[in-house]
């Protein structure tokens, strides 16, 4: 017998292939985990009563609880099996021991670089241009890392308030923005340029030391400020 389902896998499988997993509502994404371990039935009400169960403090929708249940509780939700509890284990653990791998061969070493990879990592994929904020500590080191922005990246929609916010409620020293060109150049625009002086000029002023601001394509990133192009402008 066909499975009656099967349009609507293929769709969500495509719908992930085509745009990746950020487009993906939660229960989607819930939904396309369970479809390796419930391969015959309707996983969409199992994917909303996860979700919905396992929200955490705040009401917000948490993947990492769903991962850190018990068994019983997570077989009070009729559909999950023994065979689908094994399987999310098994996801939780796997998660952990690569980001356990990835942290063991990270170099010892903190500097621009090492934020420089930081970055090619987390844009890898991004098909939407972002904003983001590392917020440091006096030794470099990652405090956070905030996405401020999400779409068309231009002087007028980057939050500046909003990053002097975060980097002063995290102690930050010091801070680097990136920013991606999902299908451009690794080459910063005029509105770029413009945003990057005044910045540095806004963290100057509060006593926080802005290391950089990158532009990320593809597995390219430049630096504006290594460059001095915004003195120019």
């Given at each position: 017998?066909?499975?009656?389902?099967?349009n609507h896998r293929s769709r969500l499988k495509e719908k992930y292939k085509k745009d990746g997993l950020d487009i993906?509502?939660?229960?989607?994404?819930?939904?396309l985990i369970l479809f390796y371990s419930i391969p015959r039935k309707n996983t969409n009400k199992i994917a909303h009563?996860?979700?919905?169960?396992?929200?955490?403090?705040?009401?917000?929708?948490?993947?990492?609880?769903?991962?850190?249940?018990?068994?019983?509780?997570?077989?009070?939700?009729?559909?999950?099996?023994?065979?689908?509890?094994?399987?999310?284990?098994?996801?939780?653990?796997?998660?952990?021991?690569?980001?356990?791998?990835?942290?063991?061969?990270?170099?010892?070493?903190?500097?621009?670089?090492?934020?420089?990879?930081?970055?090619?990592?987390?844009?890898?994929?991004?098909?939407?241009?972002?904003?983001?904020?590392?917020?440091?500590?006096?030794?470099?080191?990652?405090?956070?890392?905030?996405?401020?922005?999400?779409?068309?990246?231009?002087?007028?929609?980057?939050?500046?308030?909003?990053?002097?916010?975060?980097?002063?409620?995290?102690?930050?020293?010091?801070?680097?923005?990136?920013?991606?060109?999902?299908?451009?150049?690794?080459?910063?625009?005029?509105?770029?340029?413009?945003?990057?002086?005044?910045?540095?000029?806004?963290?100057?002023?509060?006593?926080?030391?802005?290391?950089?601001?990158?532009?990320?394509?593809?597995?390219?990133?430049?630096?504006?400020?290594?460059?001095?192009?915004y003195g120019y402008i």
């Amino acid at each position: 017998m066909d499975n009656p389902h099967k349009n609507h896998r293929s769709r969500l499988k495509e719908k992930y292939k085509k745009d990746g997993l950020d487009i993906l509502s939660f229960h989607e994404k819930l939904e396309l985990i369970l479809f390796y371990s419930i391969p015959r039935k309707n996983t969409n009400k199992i994917a909303h009563e996860l979700a919905e169960k396992f929200k955490d403090q705040n009401g917000r929708y948490s993947l990492a609880n769903i991962f850190e249940a018990s068994d019983k509780m997570l077989k009070e939700i009729n559909g999950i099996s023994d065979q689908t509890v094994l399987y999310l284990k098994l996801l939780k653990d796997i998660t952990r021991q690569y980001n356990l791998d990835i942290a063991n061969k990270s170099t010892k070493t903190i500097d621009k670089a090492y934020h420089e990879n930081f970055l090619i990592a987390h844009f890898t994929g991004k098909q939407k241009e972002e904003v983001v904020l590392i917020a440091l500590n006096n030794r470099m080191e990652r405090i956070s890392s905030d996405v401020i922005y999400v779409g068309s990246v231009n002087s007028t929609k980057v939050d500046m308030n909003k990053m002097v916010r975060i980097a002063l409620d995290n102690n930050a020293s010091a801070v680097i923005i990136a920013h991606n060109h999902p299908n451009g150049p690794d080459y910063p625009s005029p509105e770029d340029l413009n945003t990057t002086g005044r910045l540095e000029r806004l963290f100057t002023e509060i006593s926080i030391n802005f290391i950089d601001h990158y532009v990320v394509s593809d597995k390219k990133i430049s630096s504006i400020k290594q460059k001095n192009i915004y003195g120019y402008i």
